[in-house]
């Protein structure tokens, strides 16, 4: 199994090809690059087997129109390809959000595949009363998980991720 560990400056070049592979696009390369060293950089981790860099995950903050809480948006989230259905992404997602919770985090919110983050324990954000401010979004691929029980209950709205989401989000809706 990989050691999950800070991201560092000489893992840069690594994280960004591990992004352009598992996405075979420069969207969420460039995103991360957008993302690293703002005030909504929150935590980047990778998963590193023998030395290698298989796998990234990031973390950045989220704010709720109307609410005060702060939230954590996990993504964009990449395994390399001959890396991929070996637990990594699991293995990132869950060792991120634990930090999270250790940070006083309350929720983690992600646009992805339901299927994957669902084993993680999200449910889609609508159930909270939480909306991606993009349109076309389906509700399923918008997900939330509470880190603090009820963390959620009294805060309903637009979810706004950092600005650089904006920018990144593709014609189609979907990252």
């Known amino acids: 199994m990989p050691i999950i560990r800070k991201e560092y400056y000489e893992d840069y070049e690594a994280v960004r090809e591990v992004h352009r592979k ?3 696009r420069d969207i969420e390369p460039n995103l991360v690059i957008s993302l690293r060293n703002t005030d909504r950089m929150l935590l980047s981790l990778i998963a ?3 030395r290698s860099i298989a796998g990234h995950i990031l973390f950045t903050t989220a704010t709720v129109d109307g ?3 702060r939230l954590a948006t996990l993504g964009p989230l990449a395994v390399r ?9 699991t293995l990132l ?3 991120g959000i634990n930090i999270c919770r250790e940070l006083g985090i309350p ?3 992600v646009l992805g595949e339901p299927r994957f983050y669902y084993r993680c324990g999200f449910k889609s954000a609508s159930n909270f009363g939480l ?3 993009w349109q076309g979004i389906p509700d399923e691929a918008f997900m939330a998980l509470e880190l603090v029980p009820d963390a959620l209950k009294s805060c309903q709205g637009i979810v706004r991720f950092a600005p650089q989401f904006d ?3 593709p014609a189609d809706q979907g990252l």
């Open 22 to 24: 598992a996405f075979g």
């Open 48 to 50: 590193e087997n023998s």
């Open 67 to 69: 609410s005060n809480i």
């Open 81 to 89: 390809p001959d890396q991929q259905h070996h637990g990594i992404g």
């Open 93 to 95: 997602a869950r060792e």
């Open 107 to 109: 929720a983690v919110v």
């Open 131 to 133: 909306f991606p401010s």
């Open 167 to 169: 920018l990144a989000m």
